[in-house]
């Protein structure tokens, strides 16, 4: 909304408009209420260690048969995965049973994601390993025994 120039945000007609996109901005409110969308986006940390890479990526709520790690190419590692959260709710003042709790603040991410991961070197398919313990993902990327990137003179004999 910063962004928008003088002629608009001086301008009354646009004011009703104005008013909705800070709303939207602020995530919407419904009796001083929070509601609001979040897709998942995990955070990563890429080390490069002697011998191999070490990635970490946070994943609160996933579980781990709900994550896809691929090596798509050499310098390429792919994260998938879904979150979900399986609560039923009504909203507050609203419809649904009387039992179900309201649901006040939703700011939790859910829904799938992807995550790409490049690698500086090109590394072999072979002894990758990962594991998920306390919402966070740890995948180890062994480096390759000699650099296969790099240029090599080949002796005629």
């Known amino acids: ?8 945000t001086s301008n009354p007609t646009f004011g009703p408009l104005l008013r909705l996109l800070e709303e939207i901005e ?3 409110s419904h009796h001083g209420c929070q509601h609001r969308q979040h897709t998942m986006h995990p955070h ?7 011998a191999a890479f070490r990635l970490y990526a946070e994943l ?5 048969e709900d994550v896809v790690i691929e090596l ?5 590692l792919v994260i998938k995965g879904t979150v979900q959260h399986s609560y039923r709710t009504r909203t507050a003042g609203g419809a649904g049973e009387t039992d179900d709790p309201a649901l006040l603040i939703s700011e939790r991410g859910a829904g799938s994601f992807t995550r790409t991961a490049k690698l500086p070197v090109e590394v072999a398919r072979e002894g990758i390993t990962a594991s998920l313990e306390d ?3 740890v995948v180890t990327i062994p480096k390759p025994a000699e650099d296969v ?6 002796e005629i004999r």
């Open 1 to 8: 909304m910063d962004m928008l120039p003088a002629a608009i």
């Open 26 to 28: 602020k995530g919407g």
């Open 44 to 50: 990563f940390d890429l080390l490069e260690l002697p």
């Open 60 to 64: 609160p709520g996933v579980k781990k």
């Open 72 to 76: 798509t190419d050499p310098k390429t």
């Open 135 to 137: 919402g966070v993902l």
């Open 149 to 154: 990137s790099r240029a090599q003179r080949i």
